[in-house]
């Protein structure tokens, strides 16, 4: 590849978070290398849902989702609470042995409002996110052009060597002329981009 990124004490960020599914797992499957993990997305509800998954990624998050489920497996005693316990106890012995606990940044923004990010206070090493698409979930204005929008506007969080992972439905077509793209292949019925600033 032609494009490097810095192995440690990264910094990672995610304009259109959701639950906050994608972040969490990111943390969990690279327990040693982030640092920081800011969240952001238009809905207030969606910010909430991704606070709770990315508490599972500090021991305390974790515990209190055990009490949880222990509850659950009192009151109801299904074999799905008794598997969900089990995973518990592998995320914990992943997190208890990274030598840092990433810090946890959510907030609410609508990247396709171009002020939205303009006073940030952070930089990201790697932006990446998976697009809104289909009928459950959908850009705010329902603007074409879209992922453009969306590129333009996060400039403020990028440093020349950010790293953005964008993936899309094969619709939606990314033609920026701020970013030179590296890659671009295809993950079942989604198509990722890999991109950067130009110099």
Request: aromatic share 8%; with cysteine.
């Amino acid at each position: 590849l032609e494009y490097s990124v810095k192995k440690e004490g990264l910094t990672i960020y995610d304009p259109c978070c959701g639950g906050g599914y994608l972040l969490t797992v990111l943390g969990l499957l690279n327990p040693k290398t982030i640092e920081n993990m800011i969240a952001s997305d238009i809905s207030k509800e969606a910010i909430s849902l991704a606070k709770n998954n990315l508490s599972l990624l500090t021991v305390e998050g974790l515990f209190k989702r055990k009490q949880q489920i222990k509850g659950m497996i009192t009151n109801f005693n299904k074999q799905s609470h008794k598997e969900a316990l089990k995973s518990v106890e592998v995320f914990l012995k992943i997190i208890e042995n990274r030598r840092i606990t990433p810090r946890i940044h959510c907030f609410t923004a609508d990247v396709l409002d171009e002020k939205s990010l303009a006073n940030s206070n952070f930089k990201t090493d790697i932006l990446i996110t998976d697009v809104p698409y289909g009928n459950l979930v959908s850009w705010s204005d329902g603007k074409d052009n879209a992922i453009n929008k969306l590129l333009n506007n996060v400039f403020p969080v990028l440093h020349s060597s950010t790293i953005v992972a964008i993936s899309t439905d094969k619709n939606q077509k990314i033609n920026n002329e701020r970013f030179l793209r590296h890659e671009k292949f295809k993950q079942g019925k989604r198509v990722i981009y890999i991109l950067q600033l130009k110099e």
